[in-house]
Structure formats: structure tokens, C-alpha cells
């Protein structure tokens, strides 16, 4: 194998690593400056703000005394604070408080008030949680929401064209059925058999004509999974299954009951892609399990592509409440999916490769950039919110362990002894490279 043969799977090397510490750079930066930053407003002085780790390649200290630093291992970042005795705050220095005075030791971790302590360690997945509401607004506010009426907007390529269908056209009753919003046309678009050509009754230039359509979901790739059979085979948005292991497909419910009936058996695809020749794969669904919006996961075999209309809706614009509601709504979806799948992995519900490390984690980040730059921001507000709810898990060296030990401290009137601190900080830190390792073990394995 000569180097000409490297260059396409070096560079999308570099590529995926360039996002993965890209995403991790602005999750880690946030996470970092809320502490910081509530631990300043709480009288708390930070003497590092650290992105990275090792050895420093570029440091300034600003006119409070905090050295900001970036180092050479991108992969996280820490604040240490006076009196610390390392960057985890696992500790106070003991040398270093002995020399301080009662009103210095105030601006310690180790000599604040109780709630200064507990603000500063919450404020990073707080923090984290901000970032994603923030994230998932900005793109509801770029991109809009469908309006309430289906209307067609920019359409899609399809290998027997849209008939008569045109951009603008309100939809009002397929096969004469009415849809006077999107939940009827979904629900019409299920009753319905699926045929090649659909009777579509619209509303243009203030009158109403009955034209000609496609389905309403054809068997179009409108995204592919990262990770997926279908990326593997090289599948990308715009293609459209024209039949599989010869059976013709004619909408995305005909494909999804023919891979759902296969079980995981492998798959002949015939595959249009406009402006080239039609061509074939060969792809294997994979064991995939999704959680449901009501809770819970459903265990299904697919080849990771999703479909949609075939044609772009018509958009409104979001305002700022409506678009902040909207990302808390789908924080809030990502927190209770997250938690819903470690509780079906604990009891063996759902697999354990559903717990991806950092190959796997690095592998989506280079897909989501690829994918486009609202698809990498909307990955980039996911995993914000699955760091910060990690980061509240109650173990020993992450802030949710922190906040175990200060609400011990609240209740007990005195904070745990430091050799009950150490041993538990020790635990906390093997279990938690324990699951990095289970977790690179499913990336490598699964």
C-alpha cells in the first residue's frame, strides 16, 4: 500500500480529531468557566484556569492573579483554587493554608461559606446545561419551525420527478383525505397504501387544484447515522432506495417493514443518486436500541438512515422565548433518555455498547461536522447536556461527589474526616477510569 492510498482515511483521521477536540475544547471552556466565574462573584480566588493538561503552551495572568492557560493535552481543563491541593480541589494544601490569614482563607475552597462551595461546584454542569438551551435555541431560531399548515417549500429529487406538486403549494387532502395540519398529513400519510402515484389537493394562487404527487415518504435518505451500516456502505442524504434484494420499494414505511422483517440479515440495496448511475450495496442492519419519548427503549435492527417528506416545509420564524423553551424541552429529553438507557444497561434491558468512550464519542463528533454545521452544533449541545449530567453523578471527584460531600457537611455541621475524603476520592477516581476503559473497551469491540 503506497502513501497516495493513506491520504483519504488520514485526513478524515485528522478531520475527526480536529472536531472531537473542537467539541470537547467549548464544552470543557464552559464547564470550566462556571466554576470560575461563581466562585469570583462568591469571593472564591481561582489561581489556574487551565484548558488542557500537561505541559503549558501558552499562559497570561490577568489583573485578579489568575493564570489562564492553555496546555498541551486538549482533553479537558481544570480551575484550581487558592489553598487547593491539586487541580480536583480534592483537598486544601495544608502549607499553604497555615500561612494565610482568616480574612485570606475566605477566598479559599476550603475556608468559604458552605452555600459559596456548593454554588461554585454546581455552576460547571449548570453551566453545561446553559450551553446546550443556548445551542438548541440558536438553531430553532435559525432554521424556524414547520408552520402549522403543510406547505411545500423547497422539494426534493426523486428518480420519477413530483408530478404536478410546487414549491408554495398548501397541501389540504391527499387521496381525499384532509390534512389540515402536520400530525393529519403524518397520520394520513400512515393510513394510507402506498402507491406510486398520489392524488393531492392544494391550494395555489387563491384557488385549490388537484394534482399528481409522489409519497408523501419516499424512500428518500434524508440523513444517515453516524456510526450506521449505511455510512459504512456509503449511503449519503439525497439517495433514494429504489429496491431491496430485488423487491421494488416505493416509500420509507415499504423500507422500514422489509429491514425490520430481514432481522439483521444482510441486504441487496439498488440505490438512485441523482446525476450517476444507479448502483447497488450490501449492508447489515445493526442492533440499535431507541429511546422513547414516553420512556423506555425499543430494541430494532436498522441501517441507520432517517426519511422525510419529499418535500422542505415551509418554515416560521421562533422568537426568543419560544426557541429557549423549545432547547430546555429537548435538554430535558436528552437528560431523561440518558438516564432512561444507564438504567436498562444496569439491568441488562438494553446492551452494554450502548455506552460509547472516546473513540466512539470522537468518531460521531467528525461525523456530525461532516454531516454540516447545524448538524455538529446540534451534536455539540447533546453532548454539553450528557456532560453535565455525568458531571452530577454522585461519585467522588466529580462535582456531583463534591455536592454529596457538602450536603453531608450541611448535615452533619462539619465536613467528613480527610481520611474518609481520600479513600472515597481514590474510589471515585478508579471508577470512573473503570468506565472510560469499559467505555474505549465497547468502542475497540462492539
Not at 68 to 82: I, R
Not at 191 to 204: C, D, F, I, K, S
Not at 339 to 367: D, K, Q, W, Y
Request: net charge negative.
Amino acid at each position: 500500500m503506497d502513501l497516495v492510498t493513506l491520504l483519504p482515511s488520514f485526513g478524515n483521521l485528522l478531520y475527526t480529531l480536529a472536531a472531537f477536540v473542537i467539541a470537547l475544547s467549548v464544552i470543557v471552556t464552559v464547564h470550566e468557566f462556571g466554576h470560575y466565574i461563581i466562585g469570583r462573584w462568591s469571593g472564591i480566588h481561582a489561581e489556574v484556569f487551565s484548558l488542557g493538561f500537561g505541559p503549558v503552551i501558552y499562559s497570561r495572568v490577568d489583573r485578579r492573579g489568575t493564570r489562564w492557560q492553555v496546555a498541551a493535552l486538549p482533553l479537558g481543563g481544570y480551575v484550581k483554587f487558592l489553598g487547593d491541593a491539586n487541580a480536583a480541589s480534592a483537598g486544601a494544601d495544608e502549607e499553604t493554608m497555615a500561612q494565610l490569614t482568616p480574612g485570606e482563607k475566605r477566598h479559599t475552597m476550603h475556608g468559604a461559606p458552605l452555600w459559596a462551595r456548593a454554588a461554585t461546584v454546581a455552576a460547571g454542569p449548570v453551566f453545561n446545561f446553559i450551553l446546550s438551551i443556548a445551542l438548541f435555541a440558536a438553531i430553532f431560531m435559525t432554521v424556524g419551525v414547520a408552520t402549522d399548515t403543510p406547505s411545500v417549500g423547497a422539494t426534493h429529487a426523486l428518480p420519477g420527478g413530483i408530478g404536478g406538486l410546487r414549491s408554495g403549494d398548501e397541501i389540504r387532502a391527499i387521496e381525499g383525505r384532509p390534512t389540515p395540519d402536520y400530525p393529519a398529513l403524518h397520520e394520513v400519510a400512515d393510513a394510507l397504501p402506498t402507491l406510486e402515484r398520489m392524488q393531492y389537493l392544494v391550494a395555489r394562487a387563491g384557488g385549490e387544484a388537484t394534482v399528481e404527487g409522489p409519497a408523501v415518504y419516499p424512500a428518500r435518505v434524508d440523513t444517515v447515522s453516524p456510526d450506521s451500516a449505511a455510512m459504512a456502505a456509503g449511503l449519503r442524504p439525497g439517495d433514494v432506495i429504489l429496491a431491496i434484494d430485488g423487491a421494488p420499494v416505493r416509500s420509507f414505511a415499504e423500507l422500514q417493514g422489509i429491514v425490520k422483517a430481514a432481522g439483521g440479515a444482510p441486504l441487496d440495496l439498488r440505490v438512485w443518486r441523482e446525476g450517476e448511475a444507479e448502483f447497488e450495496v450490501t449492508l447489515t442492519p445493526k442492533r440499535t436500541d431507541l429511546p422513547l419519548r414516553e420512556g423506555g427503549f425499543e430494541t430494532r435492527f436498522l441501517i441507520g438512515i432517517g426519511g422525510g417528506f419529499f418535500f422542505e416545509p415551509v418554515t416560521r420564524s421562533v422568537g426568543p422565548l419560544e426557541a429557549v423553551s423549545a432547547g430546555a424541552g429537548q435538554v430535558s429529553f436528552v437528560i431523561t433518555s440518558s438516564l432512561s438507557a444507564l438504567t436498562h444497561m444496569v439491568t441488562g434491558a438494553i446492551s452494554s455498547c450502548n455506552l460509547r468512550g472516546p473513540l466512539g464519542i470522537a468518531e460521531t463528533s467528525g461525523a456530525a461536522a461532516s454531516a454540516g454545521f447545524t448538524d455538529f452544533i446540534w451534536f455539540l449541545a447533546v453532548l454539553s447536556t450528557a456532560v453535565g449530567l455525568m458531571n452530577l453523578f454522585p461519585i467522588p471527584v466529580l462535582d456531583g461527589g463534591h455536592l454529596v460531600f457538602h450536603a453531608w457537611e450541611w448535615a452533619a455541621g462539619k465536613p467528613p474526616p480527610d481520611g474518609v475524603m481520600r479513600v472515597l476520592m481514590l474510589l471515585g477516581l478508579v471508577l470512573v477510569l473503570s468506565l472510560m476503559a469499559f467505555g474505549l473497551t465497547n468502542d475497540l469491540f462492539c
